[in-house]
């Protein structure tokens, strides 16, 4: 059976000015992207090309019909041409794992932060 094109893709999004020669870019590298994407706020960022990012979703309780404010986590990927800084709002994509906590990388930064 064909591959689909959506199974194994480029990292999707607005490709990125910069050219670095990462080999986990999701542009440059060997590393393709899958369909699963979030979308999120960079809250850590250090060395090794890695950040950390989070976003907050609404949880329904139902004995108190009311929402209670829950956070996700992930450990992503932080390529050298898209270089996403602490508090700037980033779209991840699923790829193969980098490293051992990592299986996600950042495709696109989608608002600086501007602070
Ligand atoms: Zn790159």
Known sequence: MAKTKT???RGTGVMPEKVCDDKKCP???KVLVKKESYTGKVIRKDASRS???EWE???FIPKFERYELRRS???V???PCIDAAI???VKVM???PISKTKHFAIVEVIAKNTQ
Do not use: F, I
Request: glycine letters at 8%.
């Open 57 to 59: 979703r609404q949880y």
């Open 94 to 96: 699923k790829t193969r």
């Open 7 to 9: 199974e194994n893709e």
């Open 51 to 53: 950040a950390t990012v």
């Open 77 to 79: 990927h932080n390529s």
């Open 27 to 29: 542009y440059h590298g």
């Open 87 to 89: 508090g700037d709002t």
């Open 73 to 75: 986590r992930l450990r």
